[in-house]
Structure formats: C-alpha cells, structure tokens
C-alpha cells in the first residue's frame, strides 16, 4: 500500500512537473540570461561582460537610451510603432481572410472537415523561409506576377509605369498574412465547429435572416476564437524579423530588423537585449489584461 | 387536460400537410402524410426515435423543404417560404437558448428583427415574462437557470412574436420526471391562455397524452393512427399502436370463427375472446387482440363465464405503491399476461403471491381486435 501511494505520487509530479522544467529550461532561463545581457557592458566588437565578475557586481542601464529615444520619437519609436502598426494590419486581414474560411470549414460536411484540416496545415510541410523566398521570387520586378500584372495593366491604359509589387508595405503584408494564416483559422475553425447547429435555426426561427445571424450569432459565440486567433498572429508578427528582412524595404522598418542590426551591425548586445525585452513587455502586459478579460468572458459563456 | 375538441368542420383547416414526403437518398424519413389541424389544437407527433416525427416538424419550421407536397397554412402554401420569413416559431429541444444574451435579450431577439418599437418590444417582452413567471430572471443568462426556468425562458422567446403555428419539440425531455409532470400542466395552461394552435413532437406517450387535444402515432414514416387520446388508447388499430401506447396484453394469430350482427368470437391460441357485437369482417380473417392490464381481473376460482379467460400462475408480483402489476405465465403457451389491479385498499397488494394457480379473466368490453402487423 505504502509503495503504491510513493508511486502515485512520484507519477505525479512527473506529470505535473516535466512541463515545468521544460518551461525554465526553454524559456524562463534563456529569459532570464537576456535580462542580464541586457543590464550588462558592451564589449567592442560584440559580446558584452558579465553582470558578475571580479567578485563584484556590474550593471549598466541600457534602457534609458531606448526610453529616450521613444520619447524623443527616433528610430526606436518609429520602428516600435510601425511593428506594432503591421502586426495589427497582419492580424486584421488574417480575420478577415481567416473568418470565412474557418467558417465554411466548420459548416462543410462532416466527412470532408479533415482534408479541408489538412490543406489549412500543408504550407507547414514547407520551411517557411522557403515559401518566403518564392514570394520574393514570384513578386520581384521581373518575377512572373509582377510582369504579367503590370503588362495586362497597361495594355488596359490604366498604368503608365511598371508596378513594383516588392520591398514595401504590401509585400511585406502579403508575406506576413501568407504565413501566419493558419494561426488565425485553427483556433476559429475550433470554435466555430462547436457552435451548436441549433443556435443558427433557432435564429433563423426567429427571424433573423442568415446575414443578422451571422453578426448577432455567429461573431459573438465565437468570440473567443477571434480573440486567441488576433493574439497568435499579432504576437509573433510584432517580432517578426525574417519576412520584413526578406520582403520589406526601407519604409517597413520593424522593431525586429532594428534589434537584429544593433546586434550584428554595432554589435551593441546588451542595448539589443533592452530592446528584445522591451518587446516582450511591451506586448505581454497588453496580453496579460486582455486575457484576465477573456477569462472573465469565458466564464461568462459558459 | 384534453377538454377542448377542435372544431375543425366549420370551414378550411388552419394548418394542412398534404401528401408530405421527404426523402434523405432513397430512405423516405417522411413518407406521404397527410393531417389536417384545426386553429387552436394542440396537435402531438407520437412516436419513437426515427420514426420521421422530428423531420415532420422541422419541415413545418422550414429547415427542411419536402420532397413533394404541400403545407398549407390558413389556405397558403409555405413550404418553400425560409424559416426567418414564416409565422412560426419554434420551442427547440434543449431550448437552443442564446449563451451570450440574457433572458430578455433572448426573448426580445425575434421581436428586434421585425420593425416594431422599441417601446412595443419592451411592453411585449415584460408581458410575456409576466405570463411565464420570469420578471425576476431577465436579467441572468441562460446559464445561470434551472433546467425548468430554461424551458419556460424558450416558451417565452417562442410566444413573444405572436406566431400563427407554435411548434414544440421534445417540450419536456430536458427535465427530471417530478418537474416534467408540473410542467406539462403549466405549458398547457400557458398555450392555452395565448389561444395559439400548437404541433409537439415527443416520444413520451404519457407526454402527449397529458398535453394534447389529438395524437398522431407515426412509425417508418407513416401516421399508423390519428385520433384523441383517449381513442387512440381504447380504441388502437393496430398491434403497434396498443402496443406502443401504454402496457398491453396482445393475443396474436387470432381468428373471427363466429361473426354474426349481434356476436363475434375469435379464437386465438390461449382463449376465446366474445364479442357482444358484430365484426367488420369475415369468418376467417386473422385478427389479434388487445387488452390493457388494467381491464383483466385474476380469480382462483374458474369465473363464471364461456370464454374471455385463460389459466395460468402467478410469475411475478410487482408492488408499485398505487397498483400493482401481476405477471401470469399461461399453462398452455407460456406466454406471459400482465394484470394490473390498482391498490385503493392498504395493502390490497397481497391478494396473489408467487406460484398461485390462477385464473385471468376480462369483460367483453375491455376486447380490442387489432390489425396484426407483419
């Protein structure tokens, strides 16, 4: 008996626990080695001198420079700004594009929901960096899209000069809806399915015609998926370094493209951490209200 | 509850189902109905599950267009009419209640999608809130509700606009038995009161029979038999019916071997059943026969009478408090008969105990030759 509950209890904890540890080990401390690189000395050249040595402590204050600059509104304000700006652009249009697709997925027969499941999740079995570049590919000036839109333009008298469809917000948009899609239509897809069928003819039932119901019915039961899709998309894109690298120009700047050029052009590590930190702050606490909120909504529902 | 017979001879009927087929692929889950329902009835669909009743009402609602025929109501045909846009409202089994909306939210709903104002909306919803004893409730959501609040918020939500035809499905199934007796009455007295004709499905004869003013028994499709409920339990056509309604002892693979205008008698396997009346039919025709329990009486004594008897002993005696149900295995067969007594003296329940010779015998009254179904 004894040795039972020593089992069950050793069991446990390796349920409970394997999770943890993988947290600290995969985030919190990889977080927290940030935090003091970026409350460390630069080295010239790159790298930067521990918080601790010589048996004593030694900190610098790399975050005033970046508070200054925001508030001075320099190239950090406008960098953080205009992520922010793209993000909530990319979160958009994925609801908007994302929302009728979850939406007739959820509504499809039963039997054809998986393979739809499955097309939504194909682009995953493609590195993304890939499907990056053969956007780059597809969009440059003498790409094939490029050409034959602005051929056919032309020949229709309503452009003068060549488009240019690369290296600036719409590239940039396009690339960035095209990979964080799916992150949009899984959680609503989930959600969506869940609605029971009966809340639509109960609508219909009572008169509500199948445009009032989706506003009045649809968007509100699933508000919750609409809430964790924004969020998933938003997140990522408001760091997003590799798409506005390949496919943004001078214009787009993002915070992500400042940061990784403070690490490799200055080679300034510790004012490039202050500002990976101030990312993460700057979208965490936002995240952390909203959702405090959609629990209490939530709780709400059900 | 059953007190109002339809007066549906005056003129047209108020809501007619002509010749009504729906099929799903080759299975016809509807299969040629037609009923006609008076203004003011309350109309119920017996039957068990699959049996077409549901698919029935959901093409009355509109969620289902039919095969081919007609529903006609008040002499238009609205079978192809969308629900949003047909005068009918719906009580859905489990209520389908808004989870985002409170209770008076939800009730206004339908009404904010005609253009009524706002004033108007508010008195209705308050009205019908006042019927359906919920004032104190409108501002909770639906979860927040007992099962019985739940049922009388979509009774309201359903009443609220005024519809021409209210259709209910599975109106009590939600509930727990002491409430589902409760409310049945209170349903009834509400509909009433509104005066609204009425077409329930449910699969609880005891439900339909409390409720309604008439019963369809529907099997595969088809209504077996329409009529009250008092005639479709006296008077069941069909061995399904007697059998689906209520407990009933059925002689099967019986035979008319006496037929003349004033007598009947026919012979099945275990007894002779007499008729004081003449059959329409002929000598020879197979027929069985249904008798409820409650009808048969169990003697020790052989009874004094030529036929309507059979001997057998007592198997099982099962104490229900108000009645008590014997179980008597026939000598000859070894079927077994069901005889209920109905306990009005304290302790009357011991009359016969295990392993009594008996003898079960009925009046010529309590025979109901049925149709024997194949």
């Known amino acids: 008996m004894k040795k039972n509950v020593l089992k069950t209890r050793w069991g446990k904890w390796w349920v409970i626990g394997a999770p943890y540890l993988w947290l600290m080990l995969m985030l919190m401390i990889p977080f927290l080695y940030l935090l003091s690189v970026s409350i460390s000395e630069m080295v010239q050249g790159g790298g930067y001198l521990p918080i601790y040595r010589d048996g004593g402590w030694f900190f610098k204050d790399n975050y005033t420079p970046i508070l200054d600059d925001v508030i001075k509104g320099g190239t950090y304000r406008s960098a953080y700004l205009s992520s922010i700006y793209y993000a909530g652009v990319t979160a958009l249009l994925c609801l908007l594009i994302g929302y009728p697709f979850a939406y007739f997925m959820a509504r499809a027969p039963q039997e054809k929901q998986p393979t739809l499941l499955l097309f939504v999740m194909l682009p995953f079995w493609v590195s993304m960096l890939i499907r990056v570049y053969a956007i780059k590919v597809l969009f440059n000036d003498s790409g094939i899209i490029a050409t034959t839109l602005s051929g056919s333009l032309k020949a229709m008298g309503l452009i003068t000069e060549d488009l240019h469809l690369m290296n600036n917000s719409f590239s940039l948009l396009f690339g960035m809806v095209y990979v964080y899609i799916p992150f949009m239509i899984l959680p609503l897809y989930s959600t969506l399915s869940k609605i029971d069928v009966r809340y639509w003819e109960a609508a219909a039932d009572l008169g509500s015609t199948p445009l009032k119901t989706f506003f009045l019915v649809t968007v509100p039961l699933s508000k919750a998926g609409i809430i964790a899709g924004m969020l998933l998309v938003f997140i990522p894109c408001v760091g997003e370094y590799v798409i506005p690298q390949l496919l943004g120009g001078a214009d787009t700047l993002m915070i992500g493209r ?31 209200f909203l959702n405090k909120y959609q629990d209490a909504a939530q709780g709400e529902i059900k | 509850m059953a007190e109002h017979i339809p007066s549906a001879d005056n003129d047209a009927p108020y809501l007619s189902i002509q010749n009504v087929v729906k099929k799903f692929g080759d299975h016809a889950a509807v299969n040629n109905v ?33 095969t081919s025929g007609k529903i006609l109501l008040k002499g238009e045909d609205i079978s192809k009419i969308p629900p949003y846009e047909r005068p009918i409202n719906m009580m859905f089994q489990s209520y389908a209640l808004f989870p985002h909306l409170n209770v008076w939210d939800n009730i206004a709903f339908g009404l904010r999608r005609e253009k009524i104002a706002k004033a108007e909306i508010a008195q209705r919803v308050d009205d019908v809130l006042k019927l359906t004893q919920l004032t104190k409730f409108a501002k909770r959501k639906p979860h927040q509700l007992s099962g ?11 009443l609220v606009k005024q519809p021409n035809l209210l259709l209910l499905d599975e109106p009590l199934g939600a509930l727990d038995k002491k409430l589902r007796e409760e409310t049945q009455i209170e349903l009834v007295n509400i509909i009433e009161k509104v005066g609204v004709t009425c ?21 595969n499709g088809q209504l077996l038999q329409v009529g009250s ?16 309604i209520g407990n009933v002892n059925l002689f099967k693979g019986g035979e008319i071997v ?25 000598k020879g025709m197979k027929y069985s026969v249904a008798i409820r329990p409650e009808k048969m009486e169990l003697s020790k004594t052989a009874p004094n009478q030529r036929g309507n008897q059979c001997q057998g002993e007592v198997t099982e005696v099962i104490y229900f408090g108000s009645d008590t149900i014997y179980h008597v295995r026939l000598n000859g067969t070894g079927r077994v008969l069901k005889v209920q007594y109905e306990n009005s003296e304290r302790y009357a329940g011991e009359r ?16 109901v030759p049925v149709a024997p179904s194949y």
């Open chain 1, 258 to 288: 400042v940061l990784a050029g403070e690490y490799f052009q200055n080679n300034d590590w510790p004012l490039a951490s202050a500002l990976a930190i101030s990312i993460i702050v700057l979208v965490v606490v936002p995240m952390m």
């Open chain 2, 34 to 66: 037609s009923i006609d329902i008076a203004k003011g009835e309350i109309f119920a669909l017996l039957g068990s599950s699959g049996c077409g009743k549901s698919t029935l009402l959901r093409m009355l609602a509109g969620f289902e267009l039919p």
């Open chain 2, 148 to 158: 019985g609040q739940q049922q009388r918020v979509a009774l309201a939500r359903s």
């Open chain 2, 199 to 219: 077409v329930m499905v449910t699969h609880d004869q005891e439900e339909a029979m409390t409720m309604a003013s008439r019963i369809a028994v529907m099997s």
């Open chain 2, 229 to 244: 409920p008092s005639e479709v339990y006296e008077t069941p056509r069909t061995e399904f019916v007697a059998d689906f």
């Open chain 2, 258 to 282: 006496v037929d003349e205008p004033t007598r009947a008698e026919i012979q099945t396997e275990d007894a002779l059943h007499i008729l004081p009346r003449g059959m329409a039919g002929e």
């Open chain 2, 352 to 367: 016969f105990t295990w392993g009594d010779q008996v003898y079960v015998f009925w009046p010529p009254t309590a025979i």
